[in-house]
T-cell receptor, first 114, second 113 residues
Framework: DAGVTQSPTHLIKTRGQHVTLRCSPISGHKSVSWYQQVLGQGPQFIFQYYEKEERGRGNFPDRFSARQFPNYSSELNVNALLLGDSALYLC?????????????FGEGSWLTVV | AQSVTQLDSQVPVFEEAPVELRCNYSSSVSVYLFWYVQYPNQGLQLLLKYLSGSTLVKGINGFEAEFNKSQTSFHLRKPSVHISDTAEYFCAVVGGAGTALIFGKGTTLSVSS
C-alpha cells in the first residue's frame, strides 16, 4: 500500500505569494495532520483534521489554513508568504484520532520563500 | 502543558558501540511517548511508542526505550549501532486535546567507522 503522499516535493515562492500543498493519506486513514519543520528544529503542529472537520490548531497565524476533502485528502494553504515560512511541511495520517493511533508521516514538501 | 526536552543535540559514536539518546518529558495528563527517526531529506519514521503497559518498549532496527515515570524520562537505546543509523532522532509526546505530537528539537546521531 502507498504511504502518505505529498506534492509538490520542492517549490520556490516569492514573498507575498500564496502556496497550496497537497496530501493524500494512507488508504483507510481518516485523520490528516500538518506539521512545519524549520531547518534544525523538530516539527511543529499546524492543523489536524478528522472526517473533514478541524480537530486541532497549533500556534500559527491566520495566514495558514487547511481543509480536508470527502476522500480524506487535504490541502494546506499559506497566504502572504514570509521568508520565515521557508521550511519542510510534513503531512501525517492516522486511522482515527485518539492517542492510540499510530501517526504516519509523508516525505514532506520543501518550501523556499525568496 | 506537555513538552519534551532532548538533552543532547549531537551524539557522535563509533560503529558497533552502544548509544543512548536522552529524552525528558513534562506532562500533566496521561503520557504517550514516541521516538521518530528522520534520515537525510526524508520524512519521519516511527521507531517505537509507549502508550501503556511494559515500561520497556522495543522498536524497529534494534532500538528500545524505557519509560521511567519517576524520572520523567524516555531514553532511546541501541546496544550496537551501524553506520546506517546516522540520522536525526526526535522524541515526541501527545499534547493537547487531540493527537497532535509535540516534538523535541532532535538529536543528531553520527556513526563513524
Amino acid at each position: 500500500d502507498a504511504g502518505v503522499t505529498q506534492s509538490p516535493t520542492h517549490l520556490i515562492k516569492t514573498r507575498g505569494q500564496h502556496v497550496t500543498l497537497r496530501c493524500s493519506p494512507i488508504s483507510g486513514h481518516k485523520s490528516v495532520s500538518w506539521y512545519q519543520q524549520v531547518l534544525g528544529q523538530g516539527p511543529q503542529f499546524i492543523f489536524q483534521y478528522y472526517e473533514k472537520e478541524e480537530r486541532g490548531r497549533g500556534n500559527f497565524p491566520d495566514r495558514f489554513s487547511a481543509r480536508q476533502f470527502p476522500n480524506y485528502s487535504s490541502e494546506l494553504n499559506v497566504n502572504a508568504l514570509l521568508l520565515g515560512d521557508s521550511a519542510l511541511y510534513l503531512c501525517a495520517s492516522s486511522l482515527s484520532i485518539g492517542t492510540g493511533n499510530t501517526i504516519y508521516f509523508g516525505e514532506g514538501s520543501w518550501l523556499t520563500v525568496v | 502543558a506537555q513538552s519534551v526536552t532532548q538533552l543532547d543535540s549531537q551524539v557522535p559514536v563509533f560503529e558497533e558501540a552502544p548509544v543512548e539518546l536522552r529524552c525528558n518529558y513534562s506532562s500533566s495528563v496521561s503520557v504517550y511517548l514516541f521516538w521518530y527517526v528522520q534520515y537525510p531529506n526524508q520524512g519521519l519514521q516511527l521507531l517505537l511508542k509507549y502508550l501503556s503497559g511494559s515500561t520497556l518498549v522495543k522498536g524497529i532496527n534494534g532500538f528500545e526505550a524505557e519509560f521511567n515515570k519517576s524520572q520523567t524520562s524516555f531514553h532511546l537505546r541501541k546496544p550496537s549501532v551501524h553506520i546506517s543509523d546516522t540520522a536525526e532522532y526526535f522524541c515526541a509526546v501527545v499534547g493537547g486535546a487531540g493527537t497532535a505530537l509535540i516534538f523535541g528539537k532532535g538529536t543528531t546521531l553520527s556513526v563513524s567507522s
